[in-house]
């Protein structure tokens, strides 16, 4: 998991964000906009657009990042027995294939959008070839 952004201009719904799944044996993304990566933002995506959508992960990779490792995502992790690793600080090879599809999603995003503020629009249409 890990975050796209910020992203200028904002979106003309004030988001600048974009958090980005990926399970690593499907290549399978969920992603979503938002105006601000907050610990609740988090867990509300990995609730909704994760657990109850695809089941309980095994386990969840992110880097480093204060709004993808806290109490609130401790706890969500823990509530749910998910083991929760982090990256190699400054290594972001080691978070790879997320970190691929976040390149590969910034570029389709910038070719499907004529208004670049529309961006968040085009986010499930750039998702297509996953």
Same mark, same amino acid.
């Given at each position: 998991?890990?975050?796209?952004? %910020?992203?200028?201009? !904002?979106?003309?719904?004030? #988001?600048?964000?974009?958090?980005?799944?990926?399970?690593?044996?499907?290549?399978?993304?969920?992603?979503?906009?938002?105006?601000?990566?907050? @610990?609740?933002?988090? @867990?509300?995506?990995?609730?909704?657009?994760?657990?109850?959508?695809?089941?309980? %992960?095994?386990?969840?990779?992110?880097?480093?990042? !204060?709004?993808?490792?806290?109490?609130?995502?401790?706890?969500?992790?823990?509530?749910? !027995?998910?083991? #929760?690793?982090?990256?190699?600080?400054?290594?972001?090879?080691?978070?790879?294939?997320?970190?691929?599809?976040?390149?590969?999603?910034?570029?389709?995003?910038? !070719?499907?959008?004529?208004?670049?503020?529309?961006? #968040?629009?085009?986010? %499930?249409?750039?998702?297509? %070839?996953?």
């Amino acid at each position: 998991m890990d975050v796209i952004g %910020p992203i200028n201009p !904002k979106a003309s719904n004030g #988001h600048m964000f974009i958090l980005v799944a990926i399970d690593y044996f499907t290549k399978w993304i969920e992603a979503i906009t938002l105006a601000s990566v907050t @610990a609740k933002a988090v @867990a509300r995506f990995l609730r909704r657009d994760v657990i109850a959508r695809y089941g309980v %992960p095994a386990t969840i990779i992110t880097d480093n990042a !204060k709004n993808l490792n806290n109490k609130v995502i401790d706890k969500l992790c823990a509530q749910f !027995k998910i083991q #929760h690793r982090n990256s190699t600080p400054y290594r972001p090879q080691m978070n790879g294939a997320v970190e691929a599809a976040n390149k590969n999603i910034k570029k389709i995003i910038e !070719k499907m959008t004529v208004n670049y503020k529309d961006w #968040h629009e085009m986010l %499930p249409y750039a998702l297509l %070839p996953y």
